[in-house]
């Protein structure tokens, strides 16, 4: 069997035209699986690299965001940045935007505009709420699209919706990007064409959401959608921090209350259900939370091992330490030429042993690797120069 040099998509060239989180991490998870992707930044570069941070030198999330690429800085408004994209495409597999609707066919590199030219290219586009509708015109962001398809609302109540912190929509959206991508390109070994792939965080909202977004026939407007089981399941104070706990099936349900020493409530035919326990969360709950103050967070979860699916609630910095991440090398550490050195997730997927994984590669620094790039498209030094003294490269 053949070894891949750096992942199952070796070979693969992907522009990155995007900014924020949704579309480039999409881009970051093609990294890791063994593309090259060159991110193209516009001269005021992406904005996530100016988002608040503790960092002195650069953004934390961009940094976190942007693993495993190159950097290359054009600007697609003047004549000489649009032309190297295009030299850039002769060779390219992917190109991943999320501009607004209209703003790709303005400067020329709309789906339509490119296919004729460049008919094996998958191209991506990520938007707020989709190609079409009176909304495909708007902005779209993570949180703006949590309040709209009822994230928040159930998170917290319609009258005190709570934010989900963390981008869950568009990191559900990222894995969508690198999903659509890698089955369209899947396709074009078998079609020799390339496609159209969509993504909106509209529909990434509405799939993360799908157990709830059921609604039959005759049914009621106000009926619980949530999946949240109640009652037993859920966060705990203890002893020292807290504890979330999951005993949904018959036989987690008899080993916490035998852990506990409530072995009575696993007895009661009244508790015999999770759907029983959640009616009775009343009864079940108190009694539970005076037990568990017995012990810390921790050492619940030492003695409930595998036998109780629980976790002590821990901060993010205990994860770079955590036996579990360290045995998974799932922390890496980069060197970057303005943040120096930093410690940060190394891979989302893990690939069989027909496959290495990709060499480390920080996020770029803004233009990193433009001088690079163009030179490789057969510009000369004399033409770079001029490139910059034109503002088509930063």
Not at 82 to 89: N, P, S
């Amino acid at each position: 069997m053949s070894v891949l040099t750096s992942g199952p998509l070796d070979g693969i060239r992907v522009l990155d035209l995007s900014a924020y989180i949704a579309a480039p991490y999409g881009c970051t998870l093609l990294a890791d699986h063994g593309a090259e992707v060159i991110k193209i930044e516009p001269p005021q570069g992406d904005n996530l690299r100016h988002y608040p941070s503790t960092l002195a030198t650069e953004g934390r999330a961009f940094l976190g965001v942007n693993r495993g690429k190159l950097g290359l800085s054009l600007d697609l408004k003047q004549p000489q940045g649009l032309e190297a994209l295009r030299r850039l495409l002769r060779d390219a597999d992917v190109l991943v935007h999320n501009f607004r609707p209209g703003v790709p066919e303005r400067l020329g590199i709309g789906f339509d505009q490119l296919r004729a030219e460049y008919p094996r290219l998958v191209y991506c586009a990520v938007t707020g709420y989709g190609e079409t509708g009176p909304a495909r015109d708007k902005a779209g962001y993570d949180q703006v699209l949590q309040a709209m398809s009822g994230i928040c609302a159930l998170q917290g109540t319609a009258a005190e919706p709570e934010i989900v912190y963390g981008s869950a929509v568009d990191y559900y959206a990222a894995a969508l990007v690198a999903g659509g991508v890698s089955s369209a390109l899947l396709a074009r070994e078998r079609t020799g064409q390339g496609q159209y792939v969509g993504v909106s965080l509209l529909r990434s909202a509405l799939a993360m959401q799908s157990a709830r977004f059921v609604w039959a026939d005759g049914e009621a407007r106000e009926v619980n959608r949530d999946m949240r089981s109640g009652g037993v399941t859920g966060l705990h104070p203890t002893a020292d921090g807290v504890l979330y706990l999951s005993a949904n099936t018959a036989h987690f349900w008899a080993a916490l209350c035998e852990l506990t020493g409530l072995q009575a409530l696993a007895s009661d035919p009244r508790y015999a259900t999770v759907r029983q326990r959640a009616q009775h969360a009343a009864q079940i709950v108190p009694q539970l939370r005076q037990a568990l103050l017995q012990r810390s967070a921790k050492q619940w979860e030492s003695l409930f091992g595998e036998r109780v699916p629980c976790a002590a609630v821990r901060e993010i910095e205990d994860m770079f330490d955590d036996p579990q991440v360290q045995a998974e090398n799932m922390v890496q550490t980069f060197e970057h030429p303005r943040a120096g050195r930093y410690r940060g997730l190394a891979s989302a997927v893990k690939f069989g042993t027909s496959s290495k994984p990709p060499a480390a590669r920080a996020a770029p620094a803004f233009g990193e690797h433009s001088d690079a790039i163009l030179a490789r498209l057969g510009y000369d030094a004399a033409e770079i120069v001029g490139l910059r003294e034109a503002g088509a490269v930063a």
